[in-house]
């Protein structure tokens, strides 16, 4: 049995060596070439390490979730100071959790259908969607000209005795006003969801974006601060929130027993010892559903990747600041054409992207210099839906609108934005400088 377990040991770090070696040959040679090599608004920054734990996982055969996922969530709590969480297979669903679990039957003061959620124009659908899904009545306010977060100003103004919760992201890792926020949802004692999937490591009055509110939610796609290739969290402070999250993202059931669980009597000890109405005295806990649930769960190979981006968080989020000081200063020369992105005096951004609207005085219009980037091989997208109530799939949707949209409706039709990620040299950043600089002169 030693033998054979040496032999294994063996022949593991061989083929882990292999695979550095892998990594290195890919890596050689790879020149930046302005104008031909595409200049990318984000992707993945990885090495060997990643590729490695990747393998091991994989030399495990732990097919889905298991002993790599519990290692990141440890440390991905450790990281955030939150006392729950859960990892998830995308941004989507961790939202899609987070809210579910608000509605579910078994907290004592859930969110039901006909409900108010505050909530800006300005969205990406799958911050949005969960809403609709759960037959909640989104209220939509504005977004502040610079910062594209939701304006905690008119937050009084779209209140009504149906409003429940408040749901916004930190737009492009740009912090919202979040000591107004919370000081509004404990005054009239609402829920409030951060979608934190772009502001991994960005800080508000020195705290970290997704520890303020009753639930955060994160993705670890391939464009994000760390990522898993696909794959998220959902954090919470609360352990009622955090047991029907669980139950969302495994099925429903109401047992929380991690997969695999080898407690025959489960991992509260009363496995076969519950009463429930309508069910047989002692019916399987672990077959006893208590909400309408799903399979959300991403695999441990995941996990195993995530371990290694996590390291690596803080050289990450350097990088990304680096880089939009770096743009920034040299487009304040354009300030007559663009508006240029700000933030809070409280506000620490891990950023994004570096997001651009182009004035309506400006010489040019936003399709001129975003067909000029792309066709200079710099790419550029768009701030997510703009105003979402303009998209097909949205027009007929329940909902309430508060004042004008009037900077929503400005992004929808003048923002973009550019790269800022670690995966950027400077080569890059001075060959997008260069090309703005073409297209201004």
Not at 116 to 131: G, H, M, S, W
Not at 209 to 224: E, P
Not at 291 to 307: E, F, R, S, T, V
Not at 363 to 370: E, G, K, L, N
Request: hydrophobic content about 35%.
């Amino acid at each position: 049995m030693e033998e054979r377990m040496e032999a294994e040991q063996k022949f593991r770090q061989e083929i882990l060596d292999r695979v550095a070696r892998i990594y290195e040959l890919r890596e050689q040679d790879r020149p930046f070439v302005p104008g031909k090599t595409r200049v990318h608004y984000s992707g993945r920054v990885f090495d060997e390490k990643e590729m490695q734990a990747m393998v091991d996982s994989v030399l495990d055969f732990w097919l889905t979730l298991g002993p790599k996922g519990k290692e990141f969530l440890t440390q991905f709590l450790s990281y955030t100071g939150m006392r729950y969480g859960l990892v998830v297979n995308s941004g989507s669903s961790a939202n899609l959790v987070a809210v579910g679990a608000l509605c579910s039957p078994r907290l004592e003061n859930p969110l039901g259908p006909g409900d108010e959620v505050i909530t800006p124009a300005l969205a990406f659908p799958t911050t949005l969607n969960p809403l609709l899904q759960n037959g909640l009545v989104p209220v939509f306010v504005d977004v502040e000209e610079g910062t594209y977060n939701l304006d905690a100003g008119r937050l009084e103004d779209a209140r009504s005795d149906l409003t429940r919760a408040v749901v916004l992201a930190h737009t492009l890792g740009n912090p919202a006003q979040m000591d107004a926020v919370m000081d509004f949802a404990r005054r009239y004692d609402l829920y409030v969801i951060e979608d934190t999937c772009d502001a991994l490591d960005s800080r508000y009055d020195g705290k970290l974006c997704g520890t303020f509110g009753d639930f955060s939610t994160y993705s670890f796609y391939a464009a994000h601060h760390i990522t898993m290739g696909e794959g998220g969290a959902v954090l919470t402070n609360r352990l009622d929130l955090y047991r029907q999250a669980l139950s969302l993202r495994d099925w429903g059931r109401d047992c929380f027993c991690r997969t695999g669980e080898q407690n025959p009597n489960g991992a509260c000890g009363h496995r076969f010892d519950h009463t429930y109405e309508s069910l047989p005295y002692g019916y399987d806990h672990k077959y006893v559903y208590g909400n309408i649930g799903y399979n959300l769960k991403p695999l441990d190979i995941q996990c195993a990747m995530g371990i290694e981006q996590l390291k690596k968080l803080p050289s990450f989020s350097e990088k990304r600041k680096r880089n939009f000081r770096r743009l920034y200063r040299a487009l304040e020369k354009y300030q007559d054409s663009f508006l240029l992105p700000r933030s809070l005096p409280k506000a620490d951004p891990s950023w994004f992207a570096l997001p651009l609207t182009v004035r309506k005085e400006a010489a040019f219009s936003r399709r001129d210099i975003v067909r000029f980037l792309e066709e200079n091989q710099i790419e550029t997208r768009m701030l997510f839906a703009g105003n979402i109530l303009r998209h097909p799939g949205y027009r007929n949707i329940r909902h309430r609108v508060c004042g004008s949209l009037e900077h929503t409706d400005d992004v929808l039709l003048n923002t973009f934005f550019i790269g800022v990620y670690p995966g950027l040299s400077d080569a890059m950043i001075e060959y997008v400088i260069r090309t703005i600089d073409r297209f201004m002169s």
